[in-house]
């Protein structure tokens, strides 16, 4: 998308809906998801974990306490053990949440979602994060690259439809799913926090310091706003700017203006408002 502000062209950042438009709607659910392309968002990220018996379902814990009506950690229960769950039962009883369908409120499997984007009559891409690179030794990112190339999705479709790239704070899920599918778009995610120290110097050297194979540079805006630099640092290593979690008019506009390429937002339909002012 372009727009021409003072004389100046400027490329605007594509909008991702952070677990769906979650701000609206219980995060990960169909109905959040739904919400998020209804609201016109370019993307949806989401994160996924393995169940015991193998499934990848949309799940950002590692149990499910917080965000169902059930309880216990992810990779010790089965889909079927997850399908009893309301992921909508914290809505606040009559809330807009009362309104979700039965069909869009229960886990939602990986699979599930890759039939979503499908389904779009336009194209949307998806950012799918791979959470708990340890305990499964290599077995999330092994059914996540199954999963793709199932779907045809392991390989960038320049200009034809629909996408996916994987982002990962652990460089070791980033290189494991290098060694599986070359080709797959990557993005290594990172925070204040995760840094430590966010010298100059220092995120100078995380940009620098990417593993090959890893297309795009995941900031939070914390680290954006404190390192603004980062962005024109990571372009000229020819590295897209992914930021999460944007979700005020302010920090969408700073994001704008230093050409970040994709926010990653809990509100879709606002951040759209403030980058393209409708
Ligand atoms: O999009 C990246 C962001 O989702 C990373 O943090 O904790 O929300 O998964 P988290
Ligand atoms: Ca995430």
């Known amino acids: 998308v372009q727009t021409t502000r003072a004389q100046t062209t400027v490329t605007l950042p594509l909008v991702v809906a952070h677990r769906g438009a979650s701000a609206d709607v219980p995060e990960h659910t169909l109905a959040a998801y739904a919400k998020a392309l209804a609201d016109g968002a370019d993307g949806l990220e989401c994160d996924v974990r393995l169940t015991r018996d193998g499934h990848l379902v949309c799940v950002h814990d590692r149990r499910v306490d917080r965000t169902s009506d059930g309880r216990g950690v992810?990779?010790?229960?089965?889909?079927?053990?997850?399908?009893?769950?309301?992921?909508?039962?914290?809505?606040?009883?009559?809330?807009?949440?009362?309104?979700?369908?039965?069909?869009?409120?229960?886990?939602?499997?990986?699979?599930?979602?890759?039939?979503?984007?499908?389904?779009?009559?336009?194209?949307?891409?998806?950012?799918?994060?791979?959470?708990?690179?340890?305990?499964?030794?290599?077995?999330?990112?092994?059914?996540?690259?199954?999963?793709?190339?199932?779907?045809?999705?392991?390989?960038?479709?320049?200009?034809?439809?629909?996408?996916?790239?994987?982002?990962?704070?652990?460089?070791?899920?980033?290189?494991?799913?290098?060694?599986?599918?070359?080709?797959?778009?990557?993005?290594?995610?990172?925070?204040?926090?995760?840094?430590?120290?966010?010298?100059?110097?220092?995120?100078?050297?995380?940009?620098?310091?990417?593993?090959?194979?890893?297309?795009?540079?995941?900031?939070?805006?914390?680290?954006l706003r404190e390192r603004p630099e980062l962005v024109a640092a990571a372009h000229e290593r020819g590295r897209s700017v992914h930021v999460w979690t944007v979700d005020s008019a302010a920090d969408a506009e700073l994001c704008a203006r230093l050409g970040v390429d994709v926010v990653i937002t809990n509100r879709p339909a606002a951040v759209r408002a403030a980058l393209h002012g409708s």
Do not use: C, N
Request: charged residues 20%.
């Open 74 to 223: 992810v990779s010790t229960l089965e889909l079927a053990d997850l399908e009893q769950l309301d992921f909508a039962s914290w809505a606040q009883p009559g809330g807009a949440y009362d309104s979700i369908e039965p069909g869009g409120r229960g886990v939602l499997t990986l699979s599930r979602l890759l039939d979503l984007v499908a389904s779009s009559p336009r194209p949307v891409q998806l950012a799918i994060e791979t959470k708990h690179p340890t305990r499964w030794a290599g077995r999330v990112e092994r059914s996540l690259v199954d999963l793709l190339s199932a779907h045809d999705l392991a390989r960038p479709r320049p200009g034809q439809g629909s996408s996916v790239r994987v982002m990962s704070f652990s460089t070791l899920a980033l290189r494991r799913i290098t060694d599986l599918a070359p080709a797959l778009p990557l993005v290594w995610l990172t925070s204040r926090a995760r840094l430590g120290i966010a010298t100059p110097r220092a995120v100078a050297g995380a940009v620098a310091g990417l593993p090959s194979g890893v297309d795009g540079f995941g900031p939070s805006i914390g680290l």
